[in-house]
């Protein structure tokens, strides 16, 4: 009886190709639960659009974000808050983490200006410069 | 003339086969992962707005349109017309009718000097975009200093 090649083949060593493939599985496993997690802490907001906007490198910098919903209301870290406790939040922060705490206005481009106002007055009462706004390129899009 | 036999080709399909599985286990495992790296979101980017100090601490007189003559600081306010939807800009109270108008008038006066003050005075109804829009115009043009406008009154 003819006996087939390939058993002797597989025989002479270990076979790889199930141990990349498990390998495989498991980095994307890891890759995607990370992305995931990383996309879910941020709130979904249709951003302005601005050519001039810089990648975000930045990532020691103590940072609050507050995102702004096309409705004007305002959320730090999943809950609301209202304008009057921005300065306390702020100042909270900043006694906490230091004078280079950094505010990110993470708005909705169809929330009218006046929602931003009570942000960039408590930022400036508590003494926090670095303000900065998240943006699409409108490049990208 | 000379056949194979059923049993060797059989054996023949059953090794391509065998070889065929692992390489598409691992080209799709390999276009999952390229696709998955390349992320379907769009990429974020940031705007810095540094605010001056006397932003907070003066009570600058936003409601007074400046003089015409006073090229000290570039005034661009932003008006909301609730009944059309649409924003009308004035740079220095030159009305103008589009965001392009802007950037053209803004590019004349950087020739004056990249270092004058650009305020941003939007109307409380304006929506973001369209201020961002105009500060980012006003950093494209070359301003140095673009700041906004607070009422701190509202």
Known sequence: MQIPQHRSRQRDGINMTPMIDVVFLLIIFFLVSSHLARQESRMELELPNATSGQEDIDQETPRITVNVKVDGSMWIAGRTIKPANLKQTFDEVRAREGDGVEVRIRGSRMAPYATFEPIMLACTEAGIWNVTYAVYREVDR | ?154
């Open chain 2, 1 to 154: 003339m000379k056949r194979k036999s059923p049993l060797v080709r059989q054996s023949s399909e059953t090794d391509f086969n065998n070889a065929m599985t692992p390489m598409i286990d691992v080209v799709f495992l390999l276009l999952v992962f390229f696709v998955w790296t390349a992320s379907f979101q769009i990429v974020e980017y940031v705007l810095p707005s540094e605010m001056s100090a006397q932003m907070g601490n003066d009570e600058v007189q936003i409601d007074d349109p400046p003089p015409p003559s006073d090229f000290e600081d570039i005034v661009v306010r932003l008006r909301w017309a609730a009944d059309t939807e649409q924003v009308q800009w004035s740079v220095n109270d030159q009305t103008l009718a589009s965001l392009a108008a802007v950037g053209s008038k803004l590019q004349e006066l950087v020739a004056v000097g990249a270092d004058v003050t650009v305020i941003l005075h939007p109307d409380p109804a304006v929506p973001l975009g369209y201020v961002i829009e105009t500060y980012d115009q006003a950093k494209l043009k070359g301003f140095e200093n673009v700041s906004f406008a607070v009422n701190p009154g509202r």
